[in-house]
């Protein structure tokens, strides 16, 4: 199911960054503190009470060397575009002034909720504040505090009444959801155009349970798919090619949704920071992954550039070390034919379950060839693991103190179960627990 996106717009310096960051707070979904893993700060989860939703904060998006006043028109047209809910920040201490107006002429265009707050009402004193921004036409404004987190419950409350339903998943447990994602003009169109124009049996067109979203069902060798495709359905203009940060807000909504991530690189470009950004979030949300170096017939090769290649990718993407890594071309459609069993072995892999007892036997194992160390005299004794997740397969391990399980025994654990298992593709996560 895809999350409602939430969009903070405004003009500067009304406290957007800090209301972001105030409730997204230490929830943000980082799972693994390893070197390589870079975030994009202005798209993140959060969560309130029962809801989960994403929140973007268009104050980080920066959008050429464009005047002001058109840089907030385009930061709030990439929030009309992608939100289902807007929040439309104000400083109360400054009152109304012309770009609030500005801002507001441009949020009366979209038919998407708005919710008004009016920022730094720092104590019960100062909410006669509020009343001169009723005349913004949003109905009642929210005061709020991002310094004191004040009022931000009241504010998150309303936001989620107008928090899209959920529809039901269209599709049964056998069916294959990918998606490809990548910066722009790395080939994912193509490499889309390559797999139905070879490899498939087309099904239908149906719209998916995003309100943007195209998913296009077909069979191959006898396994059903569907490729989650959002980036045909985006308005087109300057402001979509030219502000890359986009296509991490572009690709979220696809990852949600997929079992299996295709991350697409430019062979003719090489690794860029933004490639790890959104390969990032596909590992984050702990999504099988597959690295798929498009155009590789469009730059000069000898027998050691594919080897080059690899290991460069393998040092960027420290995080990624378990994602398989294929060399194609979708003008040539060369190795294209090797990506779909490639998705369906990692998909397997991705939702596989080990017994109890054989995964017992790994890890007795694996204590009695390397020791837990010692804590100042306490040893990490493990007494039990078990699997209780899949999609990605997620295992407990008990143990006498969780506090004692160092990050690199950790890491040595999960080592070993994949050595012993093949989760190639795939995350897997362990999780501490003392034994009651």
Same mark, same amino acid.
């Given at each position: ?73 385009? /930061? ?7 939100? &289902? @809910? *807007?929040? %439309?920040?104000?400083? !109360? =201490?400054?009152? $109304? ?67 899209? /339903? ?7 447990? &056998? @069916? *294959?959801? %990918?998606?490809?994602? !990548? =910066?722009?003009? $790395? ?250």
């Amino acid at each position: 199911m895809t999350k409602p996106v939430v969009a903070i717009v405004g003009r500067p310096n009304v406290g957007k960054s800090t209301i972001f960051n105030r409730i997204v707070g230490e929830r943000v979904s980082i799972v693994e503190d390893i070197p390589g893993v870079t975030r994009d700060r202005i798209y993140s989860s959060a969560e309130w009470l029962t809801h989960d939703f994403n929140i973007i904060d268009t104050g980080g998006i920066e959008i050429g060397d464009e005047p002001f006043l058109e840089q907030i028109r385009q /930061q709030a047209e990439i929030a009309i575009e992608e939100a &289902d @809910v *807007i929040i %439309f920040m104000t400083n !109360g =201490r400054e009152g $109304v002034t012309a770009a609030d107006e500005q801002v507001a002429k441009i949020l009366y265009k979209t038919k998407k909720p708005v919710v008004l707050a009016v920022n730094k009402i720092d104590n019960p004193d100062m909410r006669e504040m509020i009343y001169d921004f009723y005349a913004l036409g949003f109905g009642e404004p929210w005061p709020i505090s991002g310094s004191h987190g004040l009022g931000l419950g009241d504010l998150l409350d309303e936001c989620a009444k107008h928090f899209p /339903q959920e529809d039901e998943e269209q599709y049964g447990d &056998d @069916v *294959i959801k %990918f998606s490809l994602i !990548g =910066r722009p003009n $790395v080939g994912k169109s193509s490499l889309v155009n390559a797999f139905l124009g070879q490899e498939r049996v087309i099904v239908s067109n149906i719209a998916g349970t995003t309100r943007d979203a195209i998913d296009t069902p077909y069979a191959y060798d006898g396994q059903e798919y569907v490729i989650i495709d959002t980036a045909g359905m985006r308005k087109k203009g300057k402001i979509y090619e030219t502000t890359e940060k986009y296509s991490v807000l572009r690709a979220l909504r696809a990852i949600e949704r997929s079992d299996v991530v295709l991350v697409v690189l430019n062979a003719e470009e090489g690794i860029q920071e933004q490639d790890k950004k959104i390969a990032g979030y596909a590992h984050e949300a702990g999504k099988a992954v597959i690295i798929v170096v498009n155009k590789w017939d469009a730059i000069e090769k000898d027998e050691k550039t594919m080897n080059v290649f690899t290991q460069q990718i393998r040092e960027h993407f420290l995080f990624l070390d378990y994602a398989p890594i294929i060399f194609v071309s979708a003008n040539t459609k060369q190795r294209v034919h090797q990506i779909l069993p490639i998705i369906q072995r990692v998909s397997e892999n991705h939702a596989m379950r080990i017994q109890s007892s054989i995964l017992n036997e790994v890890i007795e194992d694996s204590v009695a060839r390397n020791p837990a160390p010692t804590d100042k005299g306490r040893r990490l004794r493990i007494y039990y693991a078990t699997q209780v997740a899949i999609k990605p397969p997620t295992f407990v391990v008990f143990v006498n103190e969780p506090e004692l399980m160092h990050f690199s025994y950790e890491r040595f654990l999960e080592n070993r179960i994949r050595e012993t298992f093949d989760f190639e593709g795939t995350p897997i996560r362990l999780i501490t627990r003392a034994r009651a």
